[in-house]
């Protein structure tokens, strides 16, 4: 009771009337009554009345307080997920010191299987960034620490929640106002009752106020002013544990409304990394034989198309072999001796080094390109044995999502700077409505606002900085990789998973009941 007295005049004391001051009213108003009545002979009371009043407020309040522990929980277990401590190379000697005292510009020195304390560059690749709470698979790595403290990804993220917690959706501005007038209401309707009773009738100061009480306390509609706020924290809370994190309430309530989902294309609805696609190979050249030759010299090189390559061979899998003389061709590919044949991997100007002719696989390298593929040329003893195509290939999931979207009445278009014949290839696969390719960064809020422009609710979803301008013009920026500017000061909503396409469907499904990993640099 005394909680509900403090907030009705903490609102007074700001100069405007809530829910809070038209229980206290009937509250208070309703057990005074009910005191005097007992005091001087009896008659009707409110006790059981304004006990009841009170308690549904308090109830309202509780499981107000339950969501908001829902979400604090979702906090510590983002909290918990930063290795209390952290190596720190001092001197050239490893130095076991609490995260806390990370300061940036220091070298951490990361073991296999251990967390990333904080946000730095790997040193031993330049310019590959790493998130701090993330786990380091295999190798040992040099990190020097970028971001510390509430710097972090992991920090911006709890912030995005905390924020998401206080913020007000457009509704619960409305409750507000509306919450505003009807207590305005309420009261003078309490004083008129008052007024009319002693002046029109010849009923008694008790009696009156009777009447004026009764019409206090049944136009007290608390539930109006609890249940916006508890639907919010439980929305955001369900959301953080579902790795889905509003950055505002206004998201919240705008995912319901959603039309048209434009989704970038590279880390989005594709892996974001490179895949095997085609493998053609010359008359009389076996696949498995020319697998196991070219996965040979890739397993030497360390470029991203050598790793796409071998990955394809092992899950054949493919009979291990050894490399001798390797040799890397910076710009064309890379060379090897293989069983005693001269084997090279790479682009046209590296076959045409070797003295090989392309014949009948020059038309079929055309075709592959020509449909958004990069094509690698493998030669073995100066003849061309065969083409391999490498693509970014759609998630999983991705077609999956698409359907489910269209089953909402969800509209999906893809915008990306990537050339028609690629984004053709990706968008069919999928079944995506529309094609939005070639397009520079700058341009993209411009296509989006000319979808919004047929009166759509448009969603946009990226995982870049260039896709900042369109996740800004957007009336709901969903951003993937967490802990990137553009997802702390563009995005509305943060996807704590990679798998966007998937995890946008789970909120047009669920609406508030929403479900990134942070996404590294290859």
């Known amino acids: 009771m005394l909680d509900l007295l403090r907030r009705a005049v903490r609102a007074l004391r700001a100069r405007t009337l809530d829910m809070m001051v038209l229980v206290a009213v009937a509250v208070g108003s309703g057990w005074l009554y009910s005191l005097i009545i007992t005091l001087t002979g009896g008659g009707d009371v409110f006790y059981e009345a304004a006990t009841v009043l009170a308690t549904f407020v308090l109830l309202g309040h509780w499981f107000e307080m339950r969501a908001r522990g829902g979400a604090n929980d979702a906090i510590r277990t983002l909290l918990d997920l930063a290795p209390p401590k952290a190596l720190v190379m001092r001197d050239g000697t490893p130095v076991e ?20 304390a904080v946000d730095g560059i790997v040193e031993e690749a330049p310019g590959s960034p790493v998130v701090g709470a993330t786990v380091n698979v295999n190798g040992t790595l040099r990190v020097r620490a970028t971001k510390v403290g509430a710097d972090t990804a992991l920090a911006q993220i709890v912030k995005l929640v905390q924020e998401a917690q206080n913020s007000k959706a ?21 004083a008129a009752t008052l007024a009319v009773w002693l002046l029109a009738t010849d009923r008694t100061f008790g009696a ?16 109006l002013g609890l249940a916006t706020p508890t639907a919010i924290m439980v929305g955001t809370s369900l959301g953080a ?19 048209t989902v434009v989704m ?32 040979t010299v890739e397993r030497e090189s360390e470029h991203p198309l050598a790793g796409a390559v071998v990955r394809y061979a092992e899950a054949r899998p493919v009979d291990a072999a050894s490399a001798r003389h390797f040799e890397n061709v ?29 014949g009948d696989l020059a038309a079929r390298r055309e075709e592959l390109a020509a449909t958004g593929r990069t094509v690698v040329i493998a030669t073995v003893d100066g003849r061309a044995a065969g083409l391999i195509g490498i693509a970014d290939a759609p998630r999983e999931t991705s077609a999956a999502a698409v359907a489910e979207l269209h089953a909402l009445g969800v ?15 990706i968008a069919s696969r999928l079944g995506i409505d529309t094609v939005i390719a070639e397009v520079l960064p700058g341009d993209k809020a411009a296509k989006v606002a000319d979808l919004q422009q047929g009166g759509r609710t448009v969603a946009m979803v990226g995982d870049g900085v260039n896709d900042a301008p369109a996740l800004a013009q957007a009336d709901l920026g969903i951003a993937i990789g967490a802990g990137t500017d553009v997802a702390i000061e563009t995005a509305d909503l943060v996807l704590m998973r990679s798998d966007s396409a998937s995890r946008v469907v789970d909120r047009q499904r669920r609406r508030t009941e929403w479900g990134a990993q942070a996404r590294g640099a290859r």
């Open 97 to 116: 010191i609490p995260t806390a005292e990370v300061v940036a510009g220091d070298l951490l020195l990361v073991r296999p299987g251990a967390e990333i």
């Open 170 to 190: 457009p509704g619960q501005r409305l409750a507000d106002r509306a919450a505003f007038w009807l207590v305005f209401v309420a009261l003078i309707g309490g």
């Open 208 to 223: 009156a106020m009777l009447f004026a009480i009764t019409v206090v306390v049944i136009t007290c509609p608390d539930a």
């Open 241 to 259: 544990r579902r790795g889905v994190l509003f950055k505002n309430a206004i998201a919240l309530e705008t995912s319901a409304r959603v039309q």
């Open 264 to 295: 970038d294309k590279t880390g989005t609805l594709t892996k974001g990394e490179p895949e095997v696609t085609d493998v053609v190979t010359a008359p009389g050249t076996d696949e498995d034989g020319l697998l196991r030759l070219v996965a």
């Open 330 to 358: 910076p710009g064309h590919g890379a060379t090897a001796v293989v069983d005693g044949h001269r084997v090279a991997v790479g682009n046209r100007r590296l076959a045409e080094r070797e003295g090989a002719d392309l």
């Open 411 to 425: 509209e999906v278009v893809m915008l990306t700077g990537d050339n028609q014949a690629t984004a053709e290839r």
